[in-house]
């Protein structure tokens, strides 16, 4: 696979340079214009792949690229409540959420900025649904945060952030003076809804927004405030907030496509791009399943074509069956993709991340020639270590070229004993990389020094430490190729016997990892040693022996 001059991703050109080139219109590496390949229905692209497969790399490289060329929005989902202050993040950085609500409103900050129409129908109904229990002070200052960046974010206002969140939660609190502080809960909640509303009114004057959610209610509900009535369905929970959130996206998508008119068609003026980290959190499968399901409508009200560019860890939902699944070198021309059938998962193209290669690896040991020659044989070798893992293979690298400048020859035999730039061992950076949790990479070296699963097990209830019930099976002993597709030997190191690494080479063997790489999990099997047990160079998986994992929800696309 080809490898770009100055790119500092391996292995991921097919992604970078030709399928968001040809979904933007825009090229990669320069700005000159490129042919689209898709016209009124794109795909939504979804990169899959475990730990350490560079997921989160080729977004943070394509922010890089086309930021200040399109309207450019880049957010990483997240499982867990945020701080009720989140910082606004750094230059290049991606904000996170963790609700529907919390992905809609980042987007409204990345986006609006860019486009002609600045989110006028979904910015009041993104204030109608943020509202807090009436007498909650923390939650009441953490919405007029997102309040006051929003309404910077489409210039409905000028000034600071912090004095703008101080004036509208004290012009909140003074519309709810009269309500009882021992009133009903949901009451209240629903009473704080309204005087949010009652205060973007006065301020802003949403008639054009009223207007469209009336449309989006059933005929009972004439003569009610519609905001007031979206913030109440939201607020109620159940099928009440799902038929509330498919409003919201609705009205970003209205937003987005109203923002592009005859000219700007007509101009074919860049989409805008939507960059979505672990989309496989709540959040993000959140805003998936609106969006696909909104596109597999059979009669689309708003013809946005959104690029939206997504990652996954592991690998698709079982019941995504009609997404399109393209491997890396089948996007380099045309991806061949086309919506068939109505399902949601239709509007899906799955890439899957893999590993890398030898070919890609050779590169990462020779950006600049050395002047010192290296091993003919060192780019195997790092990748029979590996596994081709991305993460993985970077340290290693970094490692070789560091002690390669410094005057030192580096065999094979040498991988391990090297140290990192910082001077740390080689092995310890590894592990810090993958595991950065400390007390959970100590419980996990611990349980690398277990033969099978059994053996993890017992160490387990020896030492007291919470593991899982069960560990995968010892897969059976196989036969390895090389990258020709022959069983000529690869060139191994000669491991220390005595040796038992942090991240797992076995002790029982005095060679490297050496088996089949497996497809779903992009690592390299150890049955030659009989080892299960966590390795860096086999920790693709994010929960290997010992790690508490979180089940699966079932998704609808």
């Known amino acids: 696979m080809g490898v770009s001059e100055g790119s500092s991703l391996y292995g991921r050109d097919p992604v970078l340079h030709s399928l968001v080139s040809r979904l933007t219109g ?3 590496d320069e700005r000159s214009r490129v042919g689209r390949e898709y016209q009124g229905d794109l795909p939504v692209v979804l990169l899959t792949g475990y730990h350490g497969m560079g997921r989160s790399a080729v977004l943070e490289e394509l ?3 086309y930021r200040d060329r399109l309207p450019l929005a880049h957010v990483r989902a997240v499982a867990t409540e945020p701080a009720p202050f ?3 993040p750094a230059d290049g950085g991606a904000p996170t959420a963790s609700t529907l609500v919390e992905v809609l409103a980042e987007l409204v900050c990345g986006l609006a900025p860019g486009l002609r129409r600045r989110f006028p129908v979904l910015v009041p109904g993104l204030f109608a649904v943020s509202g807090w229990y009436h007498g909650n002070g923390e939650q009441r200052d953490a919405a007029c945060l997102w309040f006051a960046r929003l309404l910077l974010a489409c210039r409905l206002a000028d000034g600071d952030e912090n004095a703008l969140r101080h004036a509208w939660a004290t ?8 309500i009882d502080a021992e009133a009903d809960e949901e009451w209240g909640r629903d009473a704080v809804t309204a005087a949010v509303v009652a205060e973007y009114t006065d301020r802003h004057q949403p008639a054009a927004a009223q207007e469209w959610y009336r449309g989006r209610f059933p005929r009972g509900a004439d003569g009610q405030e519609p905001l007031v009535l979206l913030g109440e369905w939201f607020q109620r929970g159940g099928d009440y907030r799902h038929a509330a959130e498919q409003s919201l996206m609705a009205a970003f998508l209205h937003d987005v496509a109203s923002s592009y008119g005859r000219l700007q068609r007509w101009n074919r003026e860049p989409w805008p791009l939507i960059l979505l980290d672990d989309a496989h959190c709540p959040s993000g499968q959140d805003f ?3 969006l696909l399901a909104h596109r597999a409508l059979p009669e689309r009200p708003d013809h946005e074509e959104l690029v939206v560019v997504a990652t996954r860890l592991g690998g698709l939902p079982e019941d995504a069956s009609d997404a399109v699944r393209r491997d890396l070198p089948d996007l380099v021309k045309s991806t061949g993709w086309q919506r068939r059938g109505l399902t949601p998962s239709a509007g899906l193209l799955a890439v899957p991340l893999t ?4 070919d890609d690896i050779l590169p990462l040991l020779v950006p600049g020639w050395p002047a010192r020659p290296l091993h003919p044989y060192l780019a195997s070798a790092v990748h029979s270590l590996t596994g081709g893992h991305p993460a993985v293979t970077t340290v290693l690298c970094a490692a070789v070229l560091d002690a390669t400048k410094r005057g030192r020859g580096v065999d094979p035999r040498d991988l391990l004993e090297l140290n990192a730039k910082d001077g740390r061992p080689v092995t310890e950076a590894l592990l810090e990389r993958l595991l950065p949790d400390r007390r959970q990479r100590d419980r996990l070296t611990l349980l690398s020094l277990a033969r099978d699963s059994t053996a993890a097990e017992a160490l387990a209830e020896h030492l007291r430490l919470q593991a899982r019930t069960s560990c995968p099976p010892t897969p059976p002993p196989t036969t390895s190729k090389n990258s020709s597709g022959n069983n000529s030997p690869r060139p191994t190191s000669r491991w220390s016997p005595t040796r038992c690494c942090a991240p797992c080479w076995c002790t029982r063997r005095a060679a490297p990892p050496r088996g089949p790489r497996t497809a779903e999990a992009g690592r390299t099997s150890t049955a030659s040693c009989g080892c299960t047990t966590p390795s860096a160079v086999r920790a693709a998986r994010p929960t290997p022996c ?5 089940p699966e929800t079932p998704r609808r696309w």
């Open 288 to 290: 998936l399943d609106l």
């Open 26 to 28: 825009l090229a990669y």
């Open 86 to 88: 989140p910082p606004a």
């Open 63 to 65: 922010a890089a690229r």
């Open 546 to 550: 010992g790690t508490p994992s979180r």
């Open 355 to 358: 590993p890398l290669s030898r």
């Open 171 to 178: 012009a909140v609190e003074g519309r709810l003076e009269t």
